[in-house]
């Protein structure tokens, strides 16, 4: 992977986390009164605080006469994490220990507060004596919620209100619709929102995770095939009760709101992923985020597919097929919109997965995941101190920068999307600015007790911006204040507002 310097120099390539401290880890439990406080607005904002807020907010108003979109954040987690617990199908389960402690230590310290696992926390194969809606290891699943919860983080975990094993003992062939997904080691049928059997079975296993497990809410990978799209392979247990075309899920939504109120019921998050780039169409609220970026092989197209998705988007662009000249571009693609780019971390992610005697793989040559898998498993053989992948969407070799520019540019983002900022992404016509903005550059605006701009130079030759008043980079907060930022060719700069 080629690397390069992202950003520009000078008052732009200082280092960045200036901008905010990310607090130590609480000696509280996630239940006390401390993690249940309300938000720094109610909570601790003085009237020159509100007063700072309402005034930037005011400036804003007045000054950016067109944008994408405008959106007020709230109950926003931008520091997401999919934690690797394991390999599955594996030769012994995982079971979380002393090393587990420690990574979640660093992931905390790192400015990550909502944890999810993945498939592998579930027995999908029936290896262990378990089944797909339930933990591979219950004792040691049930210690590794409670290493999250001490340290103040959310735990969400893998669920999918449509994929299911075909060969699962409890799997029924009328509840599914269309062709099978079969990759790897599973061959999931496409179960139909629309069929009361598979809701029936679905819904109170959900329900029990919730509720035995103490988890504060699921990921949900919809595993979705829209009821009477291929009217050659309908499911035997459907009931059209909804409308249904390419721009509305009717089915889908119907259960996916049910899914919602039941998860919000419990102060719990959801988190959905329909495929690639896509989102669930309906204008319900039936998710807090969705992740996007599967199958993505290029950042540029991956924006401009999801740069008007409702918040919260969460971007994974697929690095097991993706190319990236450096880390920073991740969040050149994310943050003018208010995206933050998903860590992978966890234990490392072997690929051993790929390897287990007694399993039925696809050969190589016809399966892309049984042959990145293994590939990642030579790899580790051959270098078992690293560097590592994390997950099915990286790359490998493991990209050593990838956590520690996480790091980097979440300190800054962090104060961009804090409670009660309103939010002007993709401005349009605008008096913050000397002139028009340069071709191919973004300009986004984050007003709360401080105002910030975010500038994207999204072409290959330099541009220069010219604001209205003066800010200071927020990578380098001791430089003075500028009116001028020139940016290099594919590069992202925050500055905040001076005075």
């Given amino acids: 992977m080629h690397r390069r310097d992202f950003l520009t120099t000078g008052a732009l390539a200082a280092a ?41 907010i005011g400036l804003c108003r007045r000054a950016i006469r067109t944008c994408l979109r405008k959106h ?34 660093r992931l905390y310290e790192h400015g990550i507060r909502l944890i999810q696992v993945h498939e592998e926390w579930n027995d999908s194969q029936r ?6 809606l339930a ?33 699962d003992p409890d799997f029924r062939p009328e509840w599914a619709i269309g062709s099978d997904l079969v990759e790897i080691y599973f061959d999931y049928a496409h179960c139909s929102p629309a069929s009361p059997g598979w809701r029936a079975y679905f819904l109170p296993r959900l329900v029990r995770i919730l509720d035995e497990y103490g988890v504060d809410g699921i990921y949900n990978d919809l595993g979705y095939a829209q009821p009477g799209s291929d009217p050659r392979l309908p499911s035997k247990d459907e009931v059209a009760a909804f409308d249904e075309s390419e721009t509305h899920d009717g089915a889908l939504a119907d259960l996916l709101s049910l899914i919602y109120e039941e998860v919000k019921r419990r102060g719990g998050i959801v988190k959905v992923h329909r495929g690639g780039a896509t989102r669930p169409q309906t204008d319900l609220k039936v998710y807090d985020y969705l992740w996007v970026g599967e199958g993505g092989r290029s950042g540029d197209r991956l924006r401009e597919a999801v740069k008007d998705h409702p918040p919260y988007v969460v971007p994974c ?41 007694g399993i039925n793989y696809p050969p190589e040559e016809k399966c892309f995941w049984t042959r990145h898998c293994r590939a990642i498993w030579k790899h580790y053989q051959a270098n078992p101190n690293g560097p590592h992948s994390y997950g099915w969407w990286d790359s490998v070799p493991g990209r050593p ?30 008096s913050l600015f000397a002139g028009p903005l340069p071709k191919d550059v973004v300009a986004s605006a984050f007003a709360n007790r401080d105002l910030y701009l975010v500038l994207a130079n999204y072409g290959r030759s330099p541009a220069e911006i010219a604001t209205t008043d003066a800010y200071v980079a927020v990578g380098n907060p ?5 009116k001028v930022w020139n940016l290099a060719p594919r590069s992202l700069a925050i500055v905040r507002r001076s005075g």
């Avoid at 006390?32 to 509100?50: E, N, V």
């Fill in 16 to 56: 960045a986390g200036a901008a905010t401290s990310i607090p130590t880890r609480p000696a509280t439990a996630a239940g006390s009164d401390a993690a249940r406080s309300a938000s720094p607005i109610l909570a601790s904002y003085t009237a020159a605080d509100h007063r700072r807020r309402l005034e930037n």
């Fill in 317 to 357: 662009l697929d690095m097991s097929r993706a190319t990236v000249e450096s880390e920073d571009e991740l969040y050149l693609h994310a943050i003018p919109y208010l995206q933050f780019p998903l860590l992978l971390a966890g234990r490392p992610f072997t690929g051993e997965r790929a390897a287990i005697p």
């Fill in 478 to 482: 001791s430089a003075p204040p500028e």
């Fill in 401 to 430: 920068e990838a956590r520690p520019t996480h790091a980097r540019w979440l300190k800054q983002y962090l104060p961009l999307a804090e409670e009660g900022t309103w939010a002007w992404l993709e401005i349009g016509q605008s």
């Fill in 72 to 105: 007020l954040v709230t109950s926003y987690l931008p520091g997401q994490c999919c934690y690797n617990l394991g390999e599955y199908p594996c030769r012994k389960p995982w079971d979380p220990d002393a090393w587990d402690e420690q990574e979640l230590d």
């Fill in 127 to 132: 290896l262990f004596g378990g089944h797909k």
């Fill in 135 to 167: 933990p591979l290891n219950p004792a040691g699943f049930r210690r590794f919620v409670e290493m999250v919860h001490r340290r103040g983080m959310k735990l969400l975990v893998y669920v999918s209100s449509g994929y299911f094993q075909r060969t």
